[in-house]
């Protein structure tokens, strides 16, 4: 019997951070030949453009806006995550493992499925910053194994758990050491890139979010411009900035920080025609402009789902004289792993899993100016040091090219030695060859535990949320797999004893009896689990599910 492994990703499909890992997971896993594959895709749809060549199950979470489920699909972010399929995908698959390689707002409602009893459940959450919220321990915690993106993110969690958590190892995104390496000839590209072959590019590849800091790095950019002006450097003239990023989305207002900037003439981005598929460099000009080659007004700026394919990725890297990874935070920022293997100095922020690439690659450090406590997530960020930033690039960019590719040289060595995909998926295989699925095989199959609901009329006539809970624990708790520590047990304590539960800027009132109808409904899921578990007949037939199981 085969293991059967279930990974729920954004889409191994689609190019962010997320995809590209879970792709490269997938495909190892599956080019073993030792276990039985399914992809649960949050992002993915019906119908996906070459979805079908995807060679193990693809169970599609997201719906078209003219779905009639589409309202529900909406109703909690938590759907979007695959929240609200999550159930029915596992009575389908019936997995023995379960591996999450994204945010914890992306997988936390797995720690409360009916099933969770069932599979061996495996996090590698992005661990950015320090510290983490109690909940997220609470999760991870849970969790029966924990990997991290980095040694930094390790420490964090080890730290904050008191060493409690199942830390397994340290499984860094890889790049591919085909695709992403050393170019015999900059020039040459940057001339294909409609660029000055002359020129010097200091580059990044970053999603357009709030937490990349394009206005200090563009910033930066104008001091280092103003110092080499200063001293009369001839790299004044032909230093530019080039950002691959995406516009518009949900970060900046690209438009408005260029037009801010005295040298908007420098500062480049990657445009991509949806025409003839030409790719060539230009000063940001609007969303879309005119393509030199087929002179129509189809050149975008690339984007997560219209991305430049990997290996014009690699040339454009690759083209870089300096890369920057400029960020309050991050779980790990892949595209300075793909830098580095293309032999490019890398210019990263001490902090977060930043750290990590300092310490592997000897990229060139950027002192932390200033932390601060962010609110949305209660997390330390960090504000970088400008003139660190500064005189790094400003080393970099004077140094003889024979010097800067001798350094180059090492930095290659040292990724082919820490961040090779290879490497990562082998960590997997080593970890996922140990877990007893037999163990899961018979929970699957074992006979059923039906949990009657709580009757109100029968429970303590005390206003006391503890008494109540301790009062329920044997007979409901441990039979739908809650514990008193769990944070969501608490949580529902701490509301009866307020008065009220927070659901954002609103305050509702909150009681004993909100307490019990919430457990009520999980005892219902529980029951609803377990007939589905035993009987599939009984089971209603999603297109989802005939989708997974007919491609």
Known sequence: MKPKILVCSESSKVSSGFGVYNRYLLDGLYKTNKYDIAEFASYGLIGDKEAHKIPWKYYPNAVHSNDPRINEYNSTPENHFGRWRFDRVLLDFKPHI????????????????????????????????????????????????????????????????????????????????????????????????????????????????KRKLFPELIKGFELLLRELKNSGSEKYHNTILYLHTSYPDMGWDMANLIKDSEFSNKIFFTYLCKNCSAIFASNLSGHSQICYKCKQKSAVVPNVSNAVDESILAKIIGMFDIYVQYSICEGFGMPQIEASACGVPVVTVKYSAMEDVINKVNAYPIEVGCYFKELETSAMRVYPNQNSLVSQLLQLVNQPEAIRKQKGFKTRQLTENHYSWKHSVEKWIKYIDTININKYEKSWNSTPVFVSKIDKNNLPKVNDAYEIIYTIKKSVLDNIGLKISDYWILKQIQCVQNGFVANGAELKPFSINDMIDNINSMIHNHNQAEIGRIDSHLLTQEDYIQYANIA
């Open 98 to 209: 379960v591996i999450d390689v994204r945010d914890y707002w992306m997988s936390s409602y797995q720690k409360r499925s009916p099933l969770r009893k069932n599979f061996h459940w495996i996090l590698m959450p992005t661990i950015d910053s320090y510290p983490q919220q109690e909940e997220w321990l609470d999760t991870y915690i849970d969790a029966d194994a924990i990997f991290t993106y980095s040694d930094w993110g390790k420490e964090v969690l080890m730290k904050q758990t008191s060493n409690t958590i199942k830390y397994i190892d340290t499984v860094s995104p890889g790049a591919d050491l085909n695709i992403f390496s050393p170019l015999t000839n900059t020039a040459e590209i940057k001339n294909m890139l409609k660029l000055d072959p002359n020129c010097t590019v200091i580059g990044t590849v970053m999603r357009n979010q």
